[in-house]
């Protein structure tokens, strides 16, 4: 009878040399995925406009946000790709009310990134607590109105 157990170095040996394998395995379908992701991420060569090489830009219609709570109007607003602000004595604070806005509901636009709507509030029932939010956070820029084509 011996002090010592028996050994288990062939097991402990079989998985010391598995891991190296599987490390192996794991980094070269990491690498394959990571090369497919790129290449599919990757845009198609621009091709050339049709018609007389001026890009046609995108209309958007302006949404009526009246009568509704300042929080949802600028919400409806950011959602759909316009750029707001504030005018008159009555800030922007979430429980205000629209009134009115400039250009009005349905008005066609050109797309020139984040145009702009003019809101004008009123009072909401809830106190008005911190500091207003008179403009859009990421910036707007210049409302372009959509001028129709003559036909003939």
């Known amino acids: 009878m011996g002090f010592f157990a ?42 050339k406009p049709a018609g007389n090489g001026a890009a046609k830009r995108q209309v958007m219609i302006v949404p009526d946000v009246r009568h509704q709570m300042f929080v949802f109007a600028s919400g409806t607003l950011e959602d759909t790709g316009f750029g707001w602000k504030v005018r008159g004595s009555v800030g922007g604070y979430p429980a205000n009310l629209v009134v009115s806005q400039r250009p009005a509901p349905g008005t066609h636009v050109l797309d020139t990134g984040a145009p702009t709507i003019t809101l004008w509030l009123e009072r909401g029932k809830s106190q008005e607590l911190g500091v207003p939010q008179n403009r859009s956070s990421y910036g707007a820029s210049l409302i372009r109105r959509v001028r129709h084509a003559k036909k003939g």
């Open 6 to 47: 028996p050994s288990d170095a062939r097991g402990v040996s079989g998985r010391i040399l598995t891991l190296p394998r599987v490390t192996a395995v794991a980094a070269a379908v990491l690498l394959v995925s990571a090369t497919i992701s790129l290449a599919a991420d990757k845009p198609s060569a621009p091709g």
